[in-house]
């Protein structure tokens, strides 16, 4: 039986969704203004292996990720770039797709947009009303009283009392107290807007979730999951909103992952420590990246730096290094108990670190096979490493392909010509020769190995 970390309780529960044999899950996407950044990058991996796992034990998995096309910060970058709101988040939703088919995310089952439902969200927001969770300001704001939800706080672990004690005096009289969010915003000149029961505005950022995931998954689901900053307030806000609208239980389980540091310390567009998805894919290639953040377990906070990207492709090349010179047939048949061993590792809460430790041991029982000259038990054995590392979304390439990937300053065709005229050196006995062209390769990034009268090379 799979267990999950669930924020709420804070404790591991064995999973049992609430229809057998399906699941309904929903993570917060992006807020589309700029680039997807590394964190980006680990929410959308950490949700992706989940996915495929989950399906892999046979679950059919309905999957929600919602973009966040309409909020201030992108009205202020459109009016910067002197583009449209929907100009400009046309164009970084194409790129939010690019870099997930490049990290081999799979697409979700839907992906809505926030401006696609804002009748749900008015929806909501009027039932909110109706049953007095929420009120309208003589600005035109429609906020949410915070004090109608008792149970405001759970998820967080932060007691009503606490915060309310803690907010600062809210110069904002429209509202009746600081801990009060806005559900329906008034409208601005010159700003997009939509019309509401309450005048031209736009929803709160909280609202969108709330409405979103309602109206894909309905008002009770299995897994609503996001980063570990959408704790609080969002997740927090979502459930009060919900609660109080439907008089039903949300959320089954919450998942949250782990925050991505930069040289141990917490990655921000504040503190301009950040590195967008597409930067870092000019300096490494996307697998490297992928199994980087896999690395770590997704609740875990990981550390980016140039020596855990260095650490990660040196590990996955490895991984690579096995399964080169065989002919793999793909089988759905387990060989040996490595499959039990790594379902039981991702069982316990989606361990990936320890699922990894399982493929470096079978990775050594290939390289054992092949030096004793067992072929076909590495051949077999290697098909294993393949089928489980695809669960991983790994292992998919063709091991010389990512072996001999891309060298700066030296092209393939360039490698193969000088491993040719070492070759006629050697021939010559001209040993000065090759040996300076083993030099160039190896400052070049270019491993040689020599076995059995070849010569095969990889990247450093």
């Known amino acids: ?258 925050f991505v540091n930069v040289n141990e310390e917490k990655m921000s567009k504040s503190l301009g420590n950040f590195f967008t998805i597409r930067d870092v894919l000019t300096v490494y290639p996307a697998e490297v990246v992928r199994y980087f953040l896999l690395s770590s377990h997704y609740r875990s906070p990981i550390n980016y730096s140039t020596e855990t990207l260095n650490n990660a492709k040196a590990a996955l090349s490895r991984l690579y290094l096995a399964l080169r010179d065989l002919n793999i047939r793909l089988s759905s048949k387990p060989a040996g108990d490595y499959e039990s061993r790594f379902t039981d590792k991702m069982d316990d809460d989606f361990n990936t670190p320890e699922a990894l430790a399982v493929l470096f041991e079978l990775a050594r029982e290939i390289n054992q096979a092949k030096s004793e000259g067992k072929t076909a038990q590495a051949e077999t054995l290697a098909s294993e490493l393949k089928r489980l590392g695809a669960l991983l979304g790994l292992l998919e390439q063709d091991p010389a392909a990512f072996l001999q990937g891309e060298v700066k300053g030296l092209s393939s065709d360039e490698i193969e010509h000088l491993i040719q005229e070492r070759h006629l050196a050697r021939d010559a006995k001209e040993w000065s020769r090759a040996d300076a062209i083993r030099t160039q390769l190896s400052d070049g990034g270019v491993i040689l190995e020599d076995k059995d009268g070849k010569t095969t090379w990889r990247r450093q």
């Open 1 to 258: 039986m799979i267990v999950i970390y669930d924020t709420l309780t804070k404790q591991k529960r064995p999973f049992e969704p609430l229809e057998k044999g399906k699941i309904k899950m929903y993570v917060c996407g992006m807020t589309v203004y700029d680039y997807c950044h590394i964190g980006h990058a680990r929410v959308m991996v950490a949700f992706d292996v989940i996915l495929r796992y989950l399906r892999f034990k046979g679950y059919e998995v309905t999957y929600v990720r919602n973009i966040t096309d309409i909020d201030d910060k992108i009205i202020a970058r459109a009016k910067e770039q002197h583009q449209t709101v929907f100009e400009l988040t046309k164009r970084f939703i194409d790129a939010l797709q690019e870099d997930e088919k490049k990290l081999k995310v799979l697409p979700p089952t839907s992906a809505p947009r926030a401006t696609d439902w804002i009748s749900s969200m008015i929806q909501m927001i009027t039932t909110l009303i109706e049953k007095g969770h929420a009120y309208l300001s003589s600005t035109g704001d429609v906020n949410y009283a915070v004090q109608t939800f008792k149970e405001y706080g759970k998820l967080s672990h932060k007691h009503l009392e606490d915060l309310q004690a803690g907010a600062r005096v809210d110069v904002n009289e429209e509202k009746r107290s600081p801990l009060d969010f806005v559900l329906w915003k008034q409208a601005k000149p010159d700003e997009p807007a939509w019309l509401s029961p309450w005048g031209e505005g736009r929803p709160g950022w909280h609202i969108e979730c709330s409405a979103m995931s309602t109206a894909e998954l309905g008002e009770h689901i299995d897994i609503h999951g996001g980063g570990f900053d959408l704790q609080f307030p969002h997740h927090e806000n979502e459930i009060a909103q919900t609660e109080a609208a439907t008089g039903k239980p949300f959320v089954n389980t919450w998942m949250h992952v782990g």
